[in-house]
């Protein structure tokens, strides 16, 4: 964060490792948990932060493994047709 200035509070210790938890849960730090959180019950808007889980770039031998099969597509499609009839 750029342009942030320090604040010292005193809260539950309880809720500190609820917020720590949060915070590792988001992959995320203590201070950047409490930030969006606060901003977010004052009803200030943020941009949302970018997701970069699982963004790596595979070769083209993985992308080939990670494809699915014409038996697995099957399988889907006949779950999804399912699906669709029970509604």
């Known amino acids: 964060m750029t ?3 320090s604040l010292t509070i005193k809260i539950d210790p309880a809720l ?3 917020l720590k ?17 606060l901003q977010s019950s004052l009803g200030t808007s943020q941009p949302p932060a ?11 031998s993985e992308e080939a493994s ?3 099969t ?10 999804l047709k399912k699906q ?3 509604k």
Do not use: M, P, W, Y
């Not at 849960?25 to 950047?32: A, G, I, K």
């Not at 970018?50 to 083209?60: F, K, L, R, V, Y």
């Open 50 to 60: 970018i997701d970069s889980q699982h963004t790596e770039e595979h070769s083209e």
């Open 21 to 37: 938890s949060f915070a590792i849960e988001h992959n995320t730090t203590l201070s950047d948990e409490v930030c969006q959180r």
């Open 16 to 18: 500190k490792e609820t």
């Open 84 to 86: 669709k009839k029970k």
């Open 66 to 68: 990670l494809q699915l």
């Open 70 to 79: 014409s038996s697995e597509l099957k399988q889907i499609r006949a779950l």
């Open 3 to 5: 342009g942030t200035v």
